[in-house]
């Protein structure tokens, strides 16, 4: 079963209402993830209009230095057996909900 990873990133209080707000990607369209600040780490993805020029990018915020604890709960993440739902909460701003430890938010770029 094809897993999802959920991301929400509102610009205020209220529910993602526009673009670069809201994303989920299949697990099967991660293609890698870096450090790309002490603080954050990249997750790049197979981009949603199909080309093959930009990959969509979702950063995770979280503590300085805390990459390989972020990689490693990423990774348990995407192969998760533990609860049958294909539907994973990586960053959900709107609801406070940040199933990695230490993350704290994320920046949502898109290709399209």
């Not at 990018?57 to 993440?77: F, R, T, Y």
């Not at 057996?81 to 940040?98: H, I, L, R, T, Y």
Request: net charge negative; with cysteine; charged share 20%.
């Amino acid at each position: 079963m094809e897993r999802y990873l959920y991301f929400t990133n509102p610009d205020d209080t209220g529910a993602p209402d526009a673009n670069a707000e809201i994303a989920m990607y299949p697990t099967s369209a991660v293609t890698c993830f870096f450090a790309s600040t002490a603080t954050r780490t990249t997750i790049n993805f197979v981009p949603r209009d199909g080309t093959v020029n930009d990959e969509d990018k979702i950063v995770l915020i979280h503590a300085e230095g805390d990459h390989k604890n972020v990689m490693s709960e990423l990774v348990a993440m995407i192969n998760a057996e533990k609860n049958n739902s294909p539907f994973q909460v990586v960053s959900d701003k709107e609801k406070s909900v940040f199933n990695i430890t230490g993350v704290t938010g994320c920046i949502i770029t898109s290709a399209d």
